[in-house]
């Protein structure tokens, strides 16, 4: 039996469906008829068969819009912002439209507060599935070795805040979602100006959790301009949460002294007490992040915004947990690694340009900051010791 009019109809077939792939690509790359180009999200290839498929060939992609309630989905979760962001969110968009993920396994209290999935940002084919299964609009991305650990294992470092990012870039240009991805006051370097640091400078940090930051900042700026993706970022200063433990960075002595000053009346820091650093409460942080991806796009002048509360240092903090705790002493240990890191940082951010954009305004100075603190830990305390 003679199979060559077979193979001549199969390699026909073949031609054809090459042939009106390439008119599709066509379509979604540009015109040649008319000369010109449109942007379109990057191509990601899954798989390894040699028979790959462009990631945006086949998907249907849930606009945002003003009226509904947005998906959210939180990657990094059970960091140090993770859960109040999701119990802050919750309160506004409902408690099923806010998930929770990270890669691992968390408190019961936290399972049971609200959604709370497995995503692993490294796994793209996870991360994409995600953001499908569950029509996923926002996407906050808190995924991040901080500075301190990140010095410690610079390659997992790397990994996670670098390659993890790309993939989430990737993900919300291909599914038109908005995303927030915080910076840090740890974006800014030796040469960049220190008191006020403005929102354009020169950066250079010398650290790997700084040098991503910046590389996400300049990212992010880059795939807002190339592929229109709604990227939004805040560089936070040092944030003091009261319900959650330090997390590695060079600012969460201002989280531990009031652990330690209820518990054993005194402190050992490892920063000088000179040390000038930007800080901001949780509440005013989750607002502001809240705020930020809520404001018309027309009002923002820029994709990164510095934001600012109070600038203080570790004498200055001591001082007044002196105020409610007269019998508190501090003792200074300094940490070489924390304090060149400290010594390279902004004292004070210049955040100007997003109270002018968006109407950003702090609620906590000093004062309101120490009270709240010892409030919420003097009662844990003592519901420790009844117990």
């Not at 960091?79 to 439209?97: C, I």
């Not at 509440?283 to 809240?290: G, I, P, S, V």
């Not at 915004?305 to 004498?315: G, I, K, Q």
Request: hydrophobic share 40%; glycine share 6%.
């Amino acid at each position: 039996m003679n199979s060559a009019p077979f193979l001549l109809q199969g390699v026909c077939r073949e031609m054809l469906v090459t042939r009106m792939l390439r008119q599709v690509v066509g379509q979604m790359l540009g015109s040649p008829a008319c000369g010109c180009w449109t942007a379109a999200p990057p191509l990601r290839f899954l798989g390894t068969s040699p028979r790959q498929i462009p990631a945006d060939t086949n998907f249907h992609s849930a606009s945002f819009s003003g009226t509904d309630q947005p998906r959210v989905l939180i990657t990094g979760g059970l960091g140090q912002l993770g859960v109040g962001l999701a119990n802050f969110l919750r309160k506004r968009f409902g408690k099923d439209n806010v998930i929770l993920s990270d890669i691992r396994k968390p408190p019961d209290h936290i399972f049971h507060s609200g959604p709370f999935i497995y995503s692993d940002i490294l796994d793209y084919k996870n991360l994409r599935e995600i953001v499908v299964n569950n029509r996923i609009t926002w996407l906050f991305h808190y995924s991040a070795l901080l500075s301190a650990v990140g010095e410690a294992n610079v390659s997992l470092a790397r990994a996670v805040n670098i390659t993890g990012l790309h993939n989430v870039l990737d993900v919300a240009a291909e599914h038109s979602l908005r995303l927030f991805v915080p910076s840090t006051i740890g974006a800014f370097g030796p040469t960049s100006p220190r008191n006020p640091t403005p929102d354009l400078c020169v950066q250079r940090p010398r650290t790997i959790y700084g040098v991503s930051k910046v590389h996400a900042e300049l990212m992010g700026e880059y795939y807002h301009y190339r592929y229109g993706l709604d990227f939004r970022c805040l560089r936070y200063p040092g944030i003091i949460s009261a319900d959650s433990q330090p997390g590695g960075g060079t600012t969460d002595y201002a989280v531990q002294i009031f652990h330690d000053a209820l518990k054993n009346g005194k402190f050992e820091c490892n920063l000088k007490p000179s040390t000038r650093l930007p800080m901001m409460y949780i509440d005013d942080c989750l607002r502001a992040t809240l705020e930020v991806m809520e404001a018309p796009s027309e009002s923002l002048s820029m994709r990164t915004y510095n934001v600012n509360a109070m600038s203080f240092t570790p004498e200055d903090l001591a001082q007044e947990v002196l105020k409610h705790i007269p019998e508190f002493q501090i003792t200074y240990n300094v940490d070489s690694v924390r304090q060149a890191i400290a010594d390279s940082w902004p004292m004070n951010f210049d955040d100007s340009k997003a109270r002018k954009d968006w109407g950003w305004k702090h609620e906590f100075d000093l004062p309101e900051l120490v009270t709240t603190m010892l409030n919420f830990h003097g009662s844990d305390t003592r519901v420790a010791h009844a117990n």
